[in-house]
């Protein structure tokens, strides 16, 4: 019978929001609500578009493309290669995978080592057990259901919904006026908040995960694949919107208490110590754990088995997941800085096209896989992004870069909006000129 018990649906909606949930959906809720004060309910919002809703369509659109070198190839079959390449190293072995396993160290752990530890020595020890888990839950992708869905999954959300419960219990400050521009511009930064968790990036990573994960329950019909994941990235999604705004209350209300936190990390560790003492220090460094682990794992999963397929099977999946653990540990060890912020400035130009891609994929059935739309759509923002990109690095092109300042949004890193708004009807515009002429020039034969 091809379709997944209520259960078995659950676990597949919960192994899809525990690949999503890693340390910057930890980071960016608690920090928000803390700077929106009063105004957190519109910056949450916004924040749950670019955080929420367009990873689940990312989702959805791979899924429904059986693949995103197949969803990209709607452009053309070099883009579709490189721009595939890309997105799997960047949100994989050279950010995303080093990232998680390093960030709840520095965030949960290094602060309560005794000053006589040495830090390296303490992030090795940390890392190599990080990876080793990472590694052996990475071997069997078919169990991944089972053992996020069950355990890790469910574990994480009771820590962080008893940790909301207790704030709740606790008497803690109400909210406060908002800061900087999350008074003058509240929308756009919980937009820009939600773009930086790079879930839209990494819903074209895991969309063909759930694909291959809901086909493996025996069910061969690509619309009820389709519908299976359709309503689990709708679960998924909501349970993540739950959390957000339960990390950025948290947050709101901890603005008097702590004034001088830098980021989310340390909203959540300082509020954890106040509500359970030394107690809330582990909560913390456990719930970061969970979190980046099974990020880490449905990262490592998705780029061995996109590479198995690349290369032909000339290496073994087992294969890829030694070498995507192994670099990966070695990354979070040594130069994860430099990493950071080359791989960063490569996803200033990856998201934006990411975005538009998903959105085409949407309209598609009304652009029939016009080539002209989203060849001249996506290069165009691809160019814009570059630009974006280069100005992250400090790097200035003379003339481009005056030109895309001009833009608007660009001082917000969001100029390549509008161009492509722009592009998309100018190109569909183009595509009826030219159909038409091709028409006439036919009749006239």
């Given at each position: ?26 980071i ?16 949450m919002m ?33 883009f ?15 950010l ?7 960030v ?20 090795l ?24 869905g ?61 694909y291959l ?7 061969s ?8 994941a359709?309503?689990?990235g ?44 030394d ?29 198995t ?37 490569l ?5 934006p ?8 994929s ?20 691809m160019a ?21 300042m ?7 890193s ?32």
């Amino acid at each position: 019978m091809e379709k997944l018990s209520k259960k078995e649906f659950i676990m597949v909606s919960l192994m899809l929001f525990s690949l999503f949930f890693g340390a910057g959906n930890l980071i960016f809720p608690p920090m928000a609500g803390k700077m929106s004060g009063t105004n957190m309910l519109l910056v949450m919002m916004f924040f749950s578009i670019t955080a929420v809703v367009l990873p689940v369509l990312g989702v959805i659109a791979v899924a429904k493309s059986k693949g995103l070198e197949n969803l990209a190839s709607r452009v053309n079959k070099v883009f579709a290669t490189v721009f595939t390449v890309l997105i799997y190293l960047s949100i994989g072995p050279l950010l995303g995978i080093p990232r998680a396993g390093s960030v709840p160290f520095e965030m949960a752990v290094a602060p309560y080592l005794p000053e006589t530890f040495s830090n390296k020595i303490a992030l090795l020890i940390y890392t190599l057990v990080f990876f080793g888990i990472a590694y052996w839950l990475s071997l069997n992708p078919n169990k991944l259901v089972e053992r996020m869905g069950k355990i890790l999954t469910p574990t994480l959300l009771t820590l962080i919904l008893f940790l909301f419960v207790v704030s709740l219990f606790k008497e803690m400050p109400s909210f406060t006026a908002p800061i900087g521009e999350y008074s003058k511009n509240p929308a756009v930064s919980g937009f820009l908040d939600g773009y930086n968790t790079m879930d839209a990036v990494a819903a074209l990573n895991f969309g063909f995960v759930i694909y291959l994960t809901i086909s493996k329950f025996n069910i061969s019909d690509d619309r009820k694949i389709l519908s299976i994941a359709t309503k689990s990235g709708i679960l998924a999604g909501s349970i993540l919107m739950i959390i957000y705004l339960m990390l950025a209350i948290i947050g709101a209300r901890s603005t008097s208490l702590f004034p001088n936190t830098a980021n989310g990390a340390e909203v959540l560790r300082e509020v954890s110590k106040y509500l359970l003492g030394d107690f809330g220090a582990i909560l913390v460094a456990v719930i970061f754990t969970l979190a980046c682990l099974t990020t880490s794992v449905g990262l490592i999963t998705s780029c061995s088995a996109y590479f198995t397929n690349l290369f032909k099977n000339r290496l073994s999946y087992r294969t890829w997941v030694r070498i995507w653990t192994f670099s990966s540990l070695v990354l979070a060890n040594f130069g994860l800085n430099t990493i950071l912020k080359y791989s960063l400035s490569l996803l200033v130009v990856i998201y934006p096209v990411s975005i538009i891609l998903v959105l085409l994929s949407f309209l598609d059935k009304y652009l029939d896989g016009n080539k002209l739309v989203y060849t001249l759509t996506i290069y165009v923002t691809m160019a814009i992004s570059l630009v974006d990109a280069f100005k992250a690095l400090n790097i200035k092109v003379p003339l481009l870069y005056d030109l895309f300042m001009k833009l608007p949004f660009a001082d917000l890193s969001l100029g390549w909006v509008i161009p492509a708004i722009v592009t998309f009807l100018v190109s569909i515009i183009l595509s009826k000129i030219l159909q038409r002429q091709r028409g006439f020039v036919e009749s006239v034969e």
